[in-house]
């Protein structure tokens, strides 16, 4: 049994780990190990807490109201847009946008550019590594328009192949849409110089950023990147809330998306006039509690800070890859040298559903299957993965407990 990493305080991580109730939670009898954070992350009893307090306290209705407590509630919900604004780096909290999670987001943006800004001939530029929710919005808008989804290649070892890519830019290209960290490989684009080389030819960039921001800070005016999606979940924070950040004046440029309350000035049966950023994206009662219970969740995050976080997950990255590639017939999927902590891999002859479930049995949180990335898994030419991926209150002894089930497993499927 390994030692946690001399560079890691252990009284640290315990009283990390002591923030998240379901870590002590126990599953078949074994205690938890929780490793499918790339799916959703533990919430720490800030974000519990808070979201209990605006339901006892402070639950209004948002915009709408004179009544105290609707004033509350709205300070509460429009502070938290406020924070994360500063959190990513936005110059405005104009610029900031709620929806439902990453995947709304990407549609907000493919739905309301088919009308009039992508047209038939257009090219859409994507790679080999997206999620579903970054291609069949695309494939959807491109059916509308006759516009052509371009798909950029990934070596071998689970990276962008730049050359091609650089290639698939040309004057027919309107949009680069990529993923910041895939989820299924951990690979790190390198975003910085996607987002230069689409602009010299006067290409805007959406990235979905829903797996970068849980690992590294994020500064969309330091990427001068267009567009930017994220999911709270995957941050520590509530389900069913998210953002889109988008340049002001590209949302400007953009036209509403849904109709309904609050993204209204006025209407009256011969037309409406519409809302101002950045509630004219936002129809109907918003999730409050999720906005709230996300800005608590983004100054717990604060509180522990990035470097921390880099430091131990990249030690756990390097010690999972290291213990788990001593395991005989064990095969790491995505071998590119910059990564975030998530492994991804195959044992042997075994079906990943078949691996999970004994890992399962064992108390062993993974992932198993396509991970929503179908056409990639097919260009790796394997069913789908066992995916591991770690969280900044993961510990190395939990990636020794994650190869003793695998061996087990091995010994059971083999």
């Not at 929780?34 to 209990?52: C, F, G, H, W």
């Not at 429009?78 to 959190?87: H, P, Y």
Request: glycine share 10%.
């Amino acid at each position: 049994m390994a030692s946690e990493s001399g560079t890691i305080s252990a009284d640290r991580l315990s009283a990390i780990r002591a923030d998240f109730p379901t870590l002590s939670a126990t599953v078949h009898g074994e205690p938890l190990v929780y490793l499918d954070n790339a799916a959703t992350s533990q919430k720490p009893l800030a974000v519990i807490k808070r979201i209990e307090d605006y339901y006892r306290n402070e639950n209004a209705n948002v915009h709408r109201g004179v009544h105290s407590l609707s004033q509350i509630a709205t300070d509460a919900y429009e502070g938290a847009r406020e924070k994360i604004a500063e959190f990513i780096g936005a110059t405005s909290s104009r610029e900031v946008i709620f929806t439902k999670g990453t995947t709304e987001s990407v549609n907000l943006i493919a739905a309301t550019m088919g009308f009039g800004q992508i047209k038939e001939g257009d090219e859409i530029v994507v790679t080999e590594m997206e999620h579903h929710s970054n291609i069949v919005p695309w494939q959807l808008l491109c059916e509308r328009t006759g516009a052509r989804l371009r798909v950029a290649p990934i070596t071998e070892e689970g990276e962008l192949d730049y050359n091609e890519f650089q290639i698939l830019l040309n004057e027919r290209t309107r949009l680069v849409a990529v993923v910041h960290v895939s989820n299924s490989l951990g690979t790190i684009n390198p975003v910085r110089r996607i987002i230069s080389d689409a602009h010299g030819m006067g290409v805007p960039v959406l990235l979905d950023g829903a797996q970068a921001v849980p690992h590294m800070k994020v500064d969309v005016s330091a990427l001068d990147v267009d567009f930017y999606c994220l999911s709270s979940h995957k941050l520590f924070g509530p389900t069913g809330f998210g953002i889109l950040y988008g340049k002001e004046a590209l949302l400007e440029a953009l036209p509403p998306w849904q109709g309904g309350g609050d993204m209204i000035e006025e209407v009256d049966f011969s037309g409406t006039t519409f809302n101002e950023l950045p509630h004219r994206f936002e129809a109907g009662t918003p999730h409050i509690a999720g906005a709230i219970g996300f800005a608590a969740a983004l100054e717990y995050v604060e509180s522990i800070g990035y470097d921390w976080i880099h430091d131990q997950e990249n030690d756990l990255l390097h010690y999972a890859t290291s213990v788990l590639s001593g395991i005989d017939g064990l095969r790491i999927i995505g071998t590119a040298p910059k990564k975030a902590s998530v492994i991804s891999f195959l044992l042997g002859n075994a079906h990943p559903y078949d691996v999970g479930t004994v890992l399962d049995r064992m108390g062993i949180a993974v992932r198993t299957g396509h991970h929503c990335t179908q056409p990639l898994m097919k260009r790796l030419g394997v069913p789908g993965t066992v995916r591991a991926s770690f969280a900044f209150y993961n510990s190395r002894s939990e990636i020794d407990q994650l190869a003793a089930g695998l061996e087990r497993a091995a010994g059971m499927l083999g």
